[in-house]
DNA sequence: AATGTATAGTTGTATAGACAAGTAATTTGA
DNA sequence: TCAAATTACTTGTCTATACAACTATACATT
């Protein structure tokens, strides 16, 4: 009788409009709990509320001290599918960041043009990302993406967004079927210092090959993981057999949050 | 620097643990929100918060006037995909065979007892086995089975015959939810002369949780692969991040979890 | 110049209370 | 007997307040 909307969603429905119109879009920078608070004459509970839906919908980050922040675009919005290092890192209140290690465009080289399925000669842009969860090393990234696809956001800086955020803000590409391969090997002398272990520390290698939804490769990275501090979870688990090199598959069934 | 668990959290954390339990299984009633308000003494908010995690993640639907209601996931995938390492193996004409290392059934240790949700000193059957694909050694398995799920099937040939299927075959116990985990480790002394590896080899570490279709825990394993012959190999999901509490000692009044 | 220290502002968590809205069983009244 | 009203519950929404945890800035001290 009294509502039958009620007012958190409107809240939420008023800010949606104005994110989707732009009107936050310098710095980012989202009005505080108490602005809203102010603005809409309602409790914090119920600004909350609807932040929390614009958040859970991607719109938004909260950054606790900081303040809340726009970020463009949902990447995905079924979470059993693809998703970055950055949002994963957000779901879990840890700050993201990136220190690129290198950055080069060069022709595919030979193997990786194969992987690739890419012409003959036909350019990559190689990069190498040093990951942070917190200030803390987590993975090094060693990715090839494909120049014709990449070009677009070459020169934005990869070192605080989202490589995929900026794909989708950007350009017309979206991503589709990914894939990837797990191995453990020995830190090396870059996994020692970049990931700051002692030589020899055994390692998550996951090799990743991520197509556009229209079965061009996008990237294809080889990503190491410093398994203490990370894991890898899957909720479903095809499998794969690799004739050449005498790996075998793997089935398997799941498992739970310990 | 370590930020104290939300209460909500382990209100979270205790409910799902009944839940798998079947703790509320006859007619799937839930406890009220004022129930559970008395319970763990907190207000309702805090239930609450504890509450729409689960309805997010699937567990609970609720009903204006009604009340709150259990959901369980049931079976959705293929039965292919419970078959197993034994099934895969014949998929690839890879002739599976197996050895059993240590079989012995015994209270659950504590830290098992809690990984599976069982009762203090229920019993659990201890497998080691060594699996060979085409006689080459290619995991170290490392299986608790719930004795009491196991028993119809804990004297048959494990060697030559894929559990799941004797499973499936001798008993009503059907697989569902299931997740694992996957880490990098080294190669220690079992793991040494079992696969045959040099000391500190880098290897991959497979922890797995398998559900029955009416949540309880019907195995757990830390299976431990040859990286260099076996893959791990999947096609969508990405990695997880602990928030890194395993609470709760065993039965603690509900309002002394905090 | 470097370093520590308030402090003001942010989000995160928690409490206690209130009323609205929906459901189911019981009671009441014709 | 039947239907309406009452009631005792449930979940949904909202308010108001408080403190904890965290960040950035300004300022003081060394």
Redesign the interface.
Known sequence: MDQPVPKYYKIYEKLLKQIRQGKYSENNLFPSDTELVKKFRVSR?TVREAIKLLFQQGYLVREQGKGTFVTYKKIQQDP????G?TQ??RQ?N?KPTALIIEKEILPAPAHTGHIMNLENGEKVVRIVRLRF?DNQPLIIERSFFSYKLFEPIINMNLETNSIYELLYEHTDTRLG??????????AGQQEQELLEVEL?T???LIKRLIHTDFGAVFQYSEDV?R??R?????????????RDH?????????????
Chains 1, 2 share one sequence.
Not at 178 to 186: D, V
Not at 250 to 256: I, P, T, Y
């Open positions: 509970g059993d599918r693809l998703i290092f994963l890192m879990h840890i969860g079927d990914a894939n990837q391969r797990i191995e453990a090997i020995s020899s055994p390692l998550l993981y398994s203490d990370i894991n890898f979870y899957t909720k479903t688990v095809p499998y794969s057999i690799d005498h790996t075998l598959p793997l089935e398997l069934e799941d498992h739970n949050i310990f």
